[in-house]
């Protein structure tokens, strides 16, 4: 298993906790992930959006692009996954970008490609907001226009949304970065499986992400593709005995309905197409993260993760509160410590 984390690009994951001890700024960032790979985690998600989702739309929260930049520079061994939405982004141009910051890395980025969910950011901002299917083919031809900059010295694609005429990409990344997207609709799992590496899942039960793992590596056969990478988000939560980490369980999820992050939450639910009913009191933490249930003593959690490992998942993408000090105490409980 392979141990990932959310950069804190909102200030936090918790929508009925204002201040959860790790402000949105580049000093925070900087040393969280300078001492997340001293620890032993291999990866960094960092999230792009330009409204703060978590804590309210008025509130900071960091760009994507810059801060994964800045990282590059500071860092030595973490991937650097930078989330992507096709429609705020040219292709041919973050092609550029992307391959720059790649060889700033030494060949650490990564892509999760999001076909954006959220209207009013897109629209705030004067953007382009495809509808659901829409997305996935806007997403389907922008990845064909990016991976062929980085492939070819020089490039030109004739398609719907795109037109490139002997366009050229150099220095290129010092390896093609993988690829990784998310999603749940019949188009999302399709364009995942022909064009990108790795997928990426909300959180949920062992037997319910066994068979998405399933299924996703039965199209990819069909199709004659390599392996793929499986990724899943999870909320972790240590403690030395179960009924403490149920305690902090309790107060992280004491919904507070006029808390600012809960005002697109009816929004959030029509723009996503869940194969499951998504209960609120699941959204006072993102992504799900509650589901996979690592929580416990770390007995629990290691014998949790060897189980969804023995599963075929491959990576897990942690989310806690406060990052820095949880990060430290997940590590040297739970990833230090063999089975």
């Known amino acids: 298993m392979r141990y990932g984390f959310w950069a804190p690009v909102f200030g936090g994951w918790l929508r009925n906790v204002p201040d959860e001890g790790m402000a949105p700024t ?13 620890i032993g985690y291999d990866l960094t998600l ?10 309210g739309v008025d509130q900071p929260a960091l760009d994507a692009w810059s801060t994964a930049a800045a990282l590059a520079a500071v860092t030595e061994r973490l991937e650097l996954m930078v989330a992507v939405r096709p429609n705020f982004h040219q292709p041919a141009l973050l092609a550029k970008q992307a391959a720059n910051i790649d060889r700033i890395s030494g060949g650490r980025l990564a892509l999760n490609v999001v076909s954006s969910w959220w209207a009013e950011e897109a629209e705030s901002y004067g953007l382009q907001f495809d509808q659901h299917d829409d997305r996935y083919g806007r997403t389907a031809e922008w990845l064909e226009v990016v991976a062929g900059l980085w492939r070819e010295p020089r490039f030109s694609f004739e398609g719907q949304r795109y037109q490139l005429k002997d366009a050229i990409c150099e220095p290129k990344p010092v390896r093609a970065p993988v690829i990784y ?3 749940e609709s019949e188009a999302a799992k399709t364009m995942i499986a022909r064009q990108c590496d ?7 039960e062992l037997d319910v992400i066994a068979g998405k793992i399933a299924d996703m590596k039965a199209r ?3 199709i004659g593709g390599p392996p793929m990478i499986f990724g899943m988000a999870a909320y972790a939560i240590v403690r030395d005995t179960e009924a403490e980490a149920r305690e902090e369980v309790a107060r992280i999820t004491t919904l507070d309905p006029d808390a600012p992050g809960f005002a697109n939450f009816e929004q959030w639910l029509s723009g996503t197409q869940l194969e499951r009913e998504l209960k609120l009191q699941e959204y006072s933490v993102s992504n799900r993260g509650l589901r996979p249930n690592l929580i416990g003593t770390p007995a629990q959690i ?7 490992d023995a599963a075929g998942l491959d990576l897990l993408l942690l989310q806690m509160s406060p990052q820095l000090e949880e990060m430290e105490r997940f590590a040297a409980e739970v990833i230090s410590t063999p089975n």
Do not use: F, P, S, T
């Open 26 to 38: 580049w000093d925070y960032m900087r040393r969280l992930c300078q001492r997340a790979e001293q």
């Open 46 to 55: 960092i999230a792009e959006l330009n409204l703060n989702d978590i804590k």
């Open 181 to 183: 997207a998310g999603g």
């Open 198 to 204: 790795a997928y990426v899942m909300h959180g949920d």
């Open 220 to 222: 990819r056969a069909a």
């Open 302 to 308: 290691r014998a949790r993760i060897a189980a969804y």
